[in-house]
Structure formats: C-alpha cells, structure tokens
C-alpha cells in the first residue's frame, strides 16, 4: 500500500486538477452551510450531530481536494465530462449524511433522499414526516434550490478566478440542444441567470405569505418551488394550501419550465415579445395549456369538482408534472385513469431548454417532430434537398444524432428501470411510474408510489436503481454514459 506522501502526491500529479479543486471546493461550501444549519438546530435544540459530522467531513476532505487540484488549469472536454458526473453524485453522497444520523434513516435510504433532493426530483422515502426536524426538512428544500440552479453554475459566480475552466464546466452543466449566451463573457451570463432565479426566488417567498402558507413552509416550499424540486415539509403537499396558493405555484411553476434567460431577456432586457418569437417557448406553452383544458373537461366529467377546482388542480398539475416539480394539489393517484394518462405523458416532454426543469425538454421533441415531417416530404420528393427546421432556424445534422442518441438512452434506462423494478416490485404501475418518476426528476408516481405515498417499501435494488436514474436524468444522461466508454479514460490518462 502507498504511504500518505506518496498517495498524495500521485493524486496531486493526476490528470483532472480542475475536477479535484472544483469538487473540493463544493466540499468545502456544502460543509460551511451544515456546519450553520448544525448551530441552528443546537439552539433550537434538535439533533444536530448529522449536520456537524457532515460539516466536519466536507471541509476537512474539501480541504484536502482544493490542495491536491489547480483552479488554473483548462480542463479538456473528457475532465469537463468527469467533473460534472462526479459531483452529481460526490455532492449528495456528502448531503445524505444529516439524514443518516439524525434522521434516523439507512445510509441506503439517506442517499435516495439526498439524491433526490439535489436532483430536483423530489421522489420521497419519508412515510413518518414527524421523525425530521425543522432543520432537515430546510436541509431537504434548500438541496433542491441548490440543485435547481445547478452547483457548479453557482460557483462559477463566486469563483470568477476558475476563469477559462469555468467555460467548459458551464457547457457541460447546461442543458439543451442549443447553448445560448448573452455576452462572451461567462461570468456576465451565469450573473444574468442568477438574476432571474433570486428575483423569482423572492417574488414566490412574498406571495406564499400572502396567501397565508405558515413562514417556515412558505420558505421551504420557495426553495422547492422555484427549483421545480417539489419537496415539501407538509406531508398533504400543497393539498393543505389555499386555493389562491394552488393558482400561485403554477405560475410559478410554469416559469421553472420556461427558458432562464429567455426570461432574463423578458424581464430585465425589456425585450417583452421575445418569448414569444421562441418555437420552444410557444409549443411549451400550447403543451400546457391544451392538456390543462383536457384535463380540466376530464376531471369536470368524471370527478366531484365543479368548474374552478377542475380547471385549478388541472393547471396545478399540468405545470407540476411537465417541469418535474412533483407538488400534489389533489391526490391524483385517486383519478380516473384518463386524468392519469395525460399526467403521465407530461413526465415524458418536460419544459424548454436552459429551465430547471426535468425530463427530455420540448426543443428535442421539436426536433424529432422537424425530422419526421422531412422523412414525409422526402417520401414524396426523394431527390429534393430538405433542410431540418425548428421555427426559422436550422438545426444540423449532428444536433438531431446528438437528440437521438439522447432520446435513445433516455427510453433504454427507461425501459431497464421498469424492468428491475418490475420484477422486483411485481406492480407494473409503480415499476412504469416510478421509472419515468425518476429519469424524468419528477417525484411522485402512481399507486403505491403516488402523490400522498413515499417510496420507502421499495426494494433495496429498486431504490438503487431509482438513484441512478435520478443523477442520470439530471445532468441528461451523456456525461453518466460517458464515463461508460474506455475513451474517456484514454484520454484523462492522456
């Protein structure tokens, strides 16, 4: 075995210094923030030795990381790939910690609820909401409202220095087909986005308490709302809220779905039209505004509700399940299996690209759809040359192997999630359910798993593979695949 010196100095001379000081530096902030929480609740006096064991552990092993890695260093696309792979999963691996000691749960248990957590998916392994304390259930929320954002776009902000590293982690993190940018400069736009989701931030926190959501449940509920998290500390969700507060979160949770800074451009550039020029942005809000009105006429048919209530729940739900957050303003696992259809299908489209949202986004839906209708045309005019369009844009051929390379991991991992858990389970509606739940950074399912259920009966392999799906889905499945291919390792090595 290495001694330490030498140990150390062989991890100092490794080929990912930038992937080591940036996961060291998320160590050391993560441990900052338990380490406050652990305060709080000693003198509120609640269990706080998970928080100080965490703290303990993230600032001395973040320490130890920022020393062996370099902040100046350009990182290749493979180290990139790693970085944002790893603390997906570094991240709530460290975060599970509180939930394990004080929490009372498994270590097994812990990391699904972390993992969930920092994931925004907001899937549950709480059946006894009474065995958390305050500062766990602010734990859980503000996970997500870390996670929403993305980790390392936020210290990106605070560590300009990373200068040029910091580029090529941003490219990684976002999400979406096209990447866009307002300046050259990464540091302005990742300031402009930041932006947007603080003023969001503050505009849900002061609308939650005027519509009479008790203070600390209309912070904790803030923190999951704009994070399209759907965490709650209410174990009703916002089943327990005012109808007023029904019709707030899906606003808000409508906007979690929409393109950050499209928004940014909306709100602080004045450019009021803009959204609407977007492909995306209006087939996301035709998306949801159809299936509402479905849904709305099913329940109004169907179910008790009169005429408010339906179209209520209906858009509550439209906007919770289409961008993942996963809130319940009814327990929609209790509806007829049309209501359930529809919110099913939700879980596979998703909001627009460069939102918090989850699932496959609706610009590679877009995408798909460009690509059949050309296939069409090119059954009739075979020699014509037909180039592939998203609104008046075109989009190039390695933007649709890039989409359909992503669609097919996303139905595979899909499919081998209601597999295991299928077998495993033996309910083929939670196994389908909880699968799309899960890759999709949804939340809750169906049946057993549904809105008012948790998921702590699972199988141990079922939970297992659930987190997998989770940090997968969240970073959108090709920087987890990545780490799957022998050339990846080459070139790290390189």
């Given at each position: 075995?290495k001694?330490?010196?030498r140990?150390a100095?062989?991890?100092?001379a490794?080929?990912?210094?930038?992937?080591t000081?940036?996961?060291g530096?998320v160590?050391?902030?993560?441990?900052?923030?338990?380490?406050?929480?652990?305060?709080?609740?000693?003198?509120?006096?609640?269990?706080?030795?998970?928080?100080?064991?965490?703290?303990?552990?993230?600032?001395?092993?973040?320490?130890?990381?920022?020393?062996?890695?370099?902040?100046?260093?350009e990182?290749r696309?493979?180290?990139?790939?790693?970085?944002?792979?790893g603390?997906?999963?570094?991240?709530?691996?460290?975060?599970?910690?509180?939930?394990?000691?004080?929490?009372?749960?498994?270590?097994?248990?812990a990391?699904?609820?972390?993992?969930?957590?920092?994931?925004?998916?907001g899937?549950?392994?709480?059946?006894?909401?009474?065995?958390?304390?305050?500062?766990?259930f602010?734990?859980?929320?503000?996970?997500?409202?870390?996670?929403?954002?993305?980790?390392?776009?936020?210290?990106?902000v605070?560590?300009?220095?990373l200068?040029?590293?910091?580029?090529?982690?941003?490219?990684?993190?976002?999400?979406?087909?096209?990447?866009?940018?307002?300046t050259?400069?990464?540091?302005?736009?990742?300031?402009?986005?930041l932006?947007?989701y603080?003023?969001?931030?503050?505009?849900?926190?002061?609308?939650?308490?005027?519509?009479?959501?008790p203070?600390?449940?209309?912070?904790?509920?803030?923190?999951s709302?704009?994070?399209?998290?759907?965490f709650?500390?209410?174990?009703?969700s916002?089943?327990?809220?005012?109808?007023?507060?029904?019709?707030?979160?899906?606003?808000?949770?409508?906007?979690?779905?929409?393109?950050?800074l499209?928004?940014?451009?909306?709100?602080?550039?004045?450019?009021?039209?803009?959204?609407?020029?977007?492909?995306?942005?209006?087939?996301?809000?035709?998306?949801v505004?159809?299936v509402?009105?479905?849904?709305a006429?099913?329940?109004?048919?169907?179910?008790?509700?009169?005429?408010?209530p339906a179209?209520?729940?209906?858009?509550?739900?439209?906007?919770s399940?289409?961008?993942?957050?996963?809130?319940?303003?009814?327990?929609?696992a209790?509806?007829?299996?049309?209501?359930?259809?529809?919110?099913?299908?939700?879980?596979?489209?998703?909001?627009?690209?460069?939102?918090?949202?989850?699932?496959?986004?609706?610009?590679?839906?877009?995408?798909?759809?460009?690509?059949?209708?050309?296939?069409?045309?090119?059954?009739?005019?075979?020699?014509?040359?037909?180039?592939?369009?998203?609104?008046?844009k075109?989009?190039g051929?390695?933007?649709?192997?890039?989409?359909?390379?992503?669609?097919?991991?996303y139905?595979?991992?899909?499919?081998?999630?209601v597999l295991?858990?299928?077998?495993?389970?033996?309910?083929?509606?939670?196994?389908?359910?909880?699968?799309?739940?899960?890759?999709g950074?949804?939340?809750?399912?169906?049946?057993?798993?549904g809105?008012?259920?948790?998921?702590?009966?699972?199988?141990?392999?079922?939970?297992a593979?659930?987190i997998?799906?989770?940090?997968?889905?969240?970073i959108?499945?090709?920087?987890?695949?990545?780490?799957?291919?022998?050339e990846?390792?080459?070139r790290?090595?390189?």
């Amino acid at each position: 075995m290495k001694s330490w010196p030498r140990f150390a100095k062989s991890i100092a001379a490794n080929p990912i210094p930038v992937a080591t000081y940036m996961t060291g530096t998320v160590y050391v902030a993560l441990g900052a923030v338990m380490g406050l929480l652990g305060l709080t609740d000693t003198l509120m006096g609640e269990d706080a030795l998970g928080f100080f064991v965490g703290a303990a552990i993230g600032l001395a092993l973040g320490w130890v990381l920022r020393q062996l890695g370099s902040p100046q260093a350009e990182p290749r696309r493979a180290e990139a790939l790693l970085t944002v792979a790893g603390l997906w999963i570094l991240v709530p691996m460290l975060g599970a910690i509180p939930y394990w000691i004080s929490g009372g749960l498994s270590y097994l248990d812990a990391l699904f609820e972390a993992t969930s957590g920092f994931s925004t998916t907001g899937a549950t392994i709480l059946a006894d909401f009474s065995q958390f304390s305050y500062g766990l259930f602010f734990w859980r929320s503000l996970s997500q409202w870390f996670g929403g954002m993305g980790i390392l776009l936020l210290f990106i902000v605070v560590l300009p220095h990373l200068a040029l590293a910091g580029r090529q982690m941003f490219f990684a993190e976002t999400t979406g087909v096209q990447k866009q940018q307002l300046t050259p400069k990464l540091r302005q736009t990742a300031n402009y986005i930041l932006r947007v989701y603080l003023l969001l931030t503050l505009l849900t926190l002061t609308a939650y308490l005027l519509t009479g959501v008790p203070a600390f449940e209309a912070i904790t509920n803030t923190f999951s709302s704009v994070s399209a998290g759907g965490f709650s500390p209410n174990p009703q969700s916002f089943s327990a809220y005012a109808p007023l507060t029904h019709w707030v979160a899906a606003g808000v949770m409508f906007l979690t779905g929409v393109n950050l800074l499209l928004q940014y451009r909306a709100i602080f550039g004045r450019e009021y039209s803009a959204p609407l020029r977007d492909p995306e942005f209006r087939a996301y809000a035709l998306i949801v505004l159809t299936v509402g009105l479905v849904l709305a006429g099913v329940l109004y048919l169907r179910h008790d509700y009169s005429l408010e209530p339906a179209l209520r729940h209906a858009f509550f739900q439209t906007a919770s399940i289409i961008t993942g957050t996963g809130f319940a303003s009814a327990d929609f696992a209790q509806w007829v299996v049309p209501a359930q259809t529809l919110l099913v299908m939700l879980m596979f489209i998703g909001g627009s690209a460069g939102s918090v949202g989850g699932s496959i986004k609706v610009i590679r839906w877009l995408v798909i759809g460009a690509l059949v209708r050309r296939e069409l045309q090119r059954a009739l005019h075979p020699q014509a040359v037909l180039p592939l369009r998203v609104g008046n844009k075109n989009i190039g051929e390695d933007v649709m192997r890039s989409v359909a390379a992503f669609i097919t991991l996303y139905v595979s991992l899909f499919a081998l999630g209601v597999l295991v858990m299928g077998v495993l389970e033996e309910d083929f509606v939670v196994a389908f359910t909880a699968s799309a739940a899960a890759i999709g950074n949804v939340g809750p399912g169906l049946g057993e798993v549904g809105p008012m259920a948790h998921y702590g009966n699972l199988h141990p392999v079922s939970k297992a593979v659930m987190i997998f799906q989770m940090w997968a889905g969240r970073i959108e499945l090709i920087a987890v695949f990545s780490l799957f291919t022998p050339e990846l390792w080459r070139r790290l090595r390189a």
